[in-house]
């Protein structure tokens, strides 16, 4: 295990000051569920001297809504995600995605900033999350800002965000009241599995059937998370066929393999993000999701 | 490294002690209180070997760091019996219905099915599925596991 001190603070506010004080130097810690592993194995920055933790500030653990938006502290556990019925009714993929991370134990101690922050690509409330067009909240002694989640991706494990910030809050859009939401996720098996692939789709149709709006974010799919717009485009403005679906999910291997290139992976991958895109997609036609 | 002061509450005692900053909730049970009942398995929490409640709420005990015990209610596996430590329903069952063989994931499959019944107490066999899937059994009986929590609920009615 490597040495290091432990801080506990009493709020947000000397968090802030720990990381203007100490920056590089820190780590934060929330559920601890990557961290752990990493400073076990005697990983994680070279520089560490301070593990702040997070996990009991109960003012960054919240999930609320006013009239356009749904707003989540960043210390929400995978748990608290999976059972809110706020988030059961309004975005059902998120619920499901927060339900698919490891297990029972790992949910109830994993958070949403780590999921988000930790930059896996294997995140399972990312995709979603990037569905949904989430902004991130992020505070600093300097004061605060809102970034895009999807701005926020350098390199797989890798972020742009400066060691002085914290992240505070993930919002988004409400969606409207007849969009669907899906989510999909290929794993080894049911519990304790690390996605393959995953995928969230989003879709709102017309009274005519007419798609409206549609948003399919892939997981393990390309180098930094991302909405697949050539894909959506095939099924936007128009009314959902299996031929189009499939085509749809045919642009998502393309855009895979465009982005990351033909990997010794790409033969398994290629049909299988096809077919769980048209599943995702014919899963929230159906509005199970 | 500066040691942390550490205010707790295990299985109904209350504990002030003086720890490492780096050592986990699991090295804190089994190294400095003795309380070998939790199991150190994987130790990167996929086995649940290290199940403890903190909280109500289960916990990889590998995973989390003793500072962030802090102030927090925890149960091992030494702490569930009755007053008269007669065991609890839950252990009972597990011997009633030949749920131990190893014997290494009892102590957290015990934990994780306290858990589960604490929160939903007639689960169908699913949700007790879905309430163990954390916890991996290599002598591979779930079966009898499954109908000793079954049964537990059954008498805990």
Redesign the interface.
């Known amino acids: 295990m490597r040495e290091f001190e432990f801080l506990h603070p009493e709020s947000v506010t000397e968090v802030l000051d720990l990381l203007e004080t100490y920056g590089d130097r820190v780590k934060i810690i929330a559920g601890g569920t990557d961290l752990i592993i990493e400073l076990r194995e005697d990983e994680g920055p070279e520089n560490l001297e301070f593990v702040v933790n997070i996990a009991h500030l109960e003012e960054l653990n919240y999930i609320r809504q006013d009239a356009e938006k749904i707003y989540i502290g960043s210390g929400t556990t995978h748990s608290q995600l999976a059972q809110s019925s706020l988030i059961k009714e309004k975005i059902p993929a998120l619920a499901i995605a927060a339900n698919s991370v490891g297990s029972p134990q790992i949910r109830n101690r994993g958070t949403v900033g780590g999921n988000i922050l930790n930059a896996s690509p294997a995140a399972d409330t990312v995709p979603v999350l990037i569905a949904l067009d989430a902004q991130l909240r992020f505070k600093s002694t300097a004061g605060e800002r809102t970034v895009p989640l999807h701005d926020i991706y350098i390199k797989p494990y890798k972020t742009n965000i400066s060691s002085q910030e914290l992240l505070v809050e993930v919002a988004f859009n409400k969606l409207s009241r007849s969009a669907s939401s899906s989510f999909i996720k290929l794993g080894r098996r049911n519990a304790l599995a690390i996605s393959r692939m995953n995928v969230a789709v989003i879709l709102d149709q017309d009274s005519d059937g007419v798609i409206t709006d549609l948003r399919i974010a892939p997981g393990s799919t390309t180098p930094v998370p991302s909405r697949i717009k050539i894909a959506e485009e095939v099924l936007l403005g128009q009314k959902p066929t299996p031929e189009l679906i499939k085509i749809s999910g045919e642009k998502v291997s393309e855009e895979m393999i465009n982005l990351s290139g033909y990997r010794w992976s790409t033969d398994y991958k290629k049909p299988v993000i096809e077919t769980l895109t048209r599943r995702a997609i014919q899963e929230a036609l159906e509005g199970r999701g | 490294?500066?040691t942390?002061q550490l205010n707790l509450i295990i299985n109904n005692q209350q504990y002030e002690l003086q720890v490492d900053?780096?050592l986990?909730l699991l090295d804190l049970l089994r190294e400095e209180l003795d309380l070998l009942g939790t199991k150190e398995g994987c130790?990167?929490?996929?086995c649940?070997a290290c199940?403890v409640i903190m909280n109500g709420?289960?916990?990889?005990s590998?995973?989390?760091?003793a500072?962030?015990a802090?102030?927090a209610v925890i149960f091992t596996i030494e702490g569930i019996q009755g007053e008269g430590e007669e065991l609890h329903p839950i252990q009972a069952a597990f011997i009633e219905k030949g749920a131990v063989q190893c014997g290494f994931c009892t102590p957290g499959m015990i934990l994780?099915a306290k858990?589960l019944l604490d929160h939903n107490p007639q689960p169908t066999v699913e949700e007790i599925k879905?309430?163990i899937?954390?916890?991996l059994c290599r002598c591979t009986g779930y079966q009898q596991i499954i109908e000793a929590i079954q049964l537990a609920a059954e008498k805990m009615k």
């Open positions: 490294m500066k942390i900053p780096n986990r130790g990167v929490g996929e649940g199940t709420q289960t916990v990889n590998c995973l989390v760091l500072g962030q802090q102030d994780s858990a879905e309430g899937s954390g916890n």
